[in-house]
């Protein structure tokens, strides 16, 4: 079964670091382009962050641009996300998709709360 | 990287249609074909229903057709049914990023 499943928030302060992590079953991460989306309480999609299948090439929304780090893990078939100098900005649900032609396989969430 | 624009709310009764349009420019909706539309339901995690503009991946329902024209694409939602009340996203590709749309609430009377 093709599956995504994220883990690794929680509750960070301002100014604080969060690793999100992706780990996927039933295909392989490095055959796709990777995405993270993320969506605020009451608030709609927004995409953050991709990964190509080369695993070089990565791309970023502006609002996370230099603070967050897209990577991946062939051996452990795991994609991540790096969250530096997180901002209550960044409170949201964090989802994991695989680009296969529209975003068609998607993982369960994670949230991140960002609160002193 | 600003949001594609879609109209906040829609509404129809079963067995109507419904088309939901998406604006861009031509950075995004008007330079590429790779649109693609979801579907969310409350508390849900969403659903994949249009890609490339007008493909459908297997087991979505050929209600859901997909269009676009100019800067502006397009999902209409044929034979409305109870069950298609959701909140719906389009997403393009802008070249170097993916940008959504602000989000339509499909309402069924």
């Known amino acids: 079964e093709v599956q995504l499943v994220e883990s690794g928030g929680g509750l960070v302060q301002p100014g604080g670091s969060l690793r999100l992590s992706c780990a996927a079953s039933?295909?392989?991460?490095?055959?796709?382009?990777m995405h993270w989306v993320r969506q605020a309480p009451g608030k709609g999609l927004v995409w953050v962050s991709c990964i190509k299948s080369d695993g070089r090439s990565t791309d970023y929304a502006d609002s996370v641009k230099g603070r967050f780090t897209i990577s991946r893990d062939n051996a452990k078939n795991t994609l991540y996300l790096q969250m530096n100098s997180l901002t209550t900005e960044d409170a949201a649900v964090y989802y994991c998709?695989?680009?296969?032609?529209?975003?068609?396989?998607w993982g369960q969430g994670i949230t991140v709360t960002v609160s002193s | 990287q600003s949001a594609l624009t879609q109209p906040p709310s829609a509404s129809g009764s079963p067995g109507q249609s419904v088309t939901l349009s998406c604006s861009g420019t031509?950075?995004?909706?008007?330079?590429?074909?790779?649109v693609s539309w979801y579907q969310q339901h409350p508390g849900k995690v969403p659903k994949l229903l249009i890609y490339d503009v007008n493909k459908r991946p297997s087991g979505v329902p050929d209600r859901f057709s997909g269009s676009k024209s100019g800067n502006t694409a397009s999902l209409t939602v044929s034979g409305l049914q109870v069950e298609d009340e959701a909140d719906y996203y389009c997403c393009s590709y802008a070249g170097s990023y993916s940008v959504f749309g602000t989000g339509t609430r499909v309402t069924v009377l």
């Open positions: 998709t695989r680009g296969g032609g529209g975003l068609d396989v």
């Open positions: 039933g295909f392989t991460v490095s055959s796709y382009w």
């Open positions: 031509s950075s995004d909706v008007g330079g590429y074909n790779f």
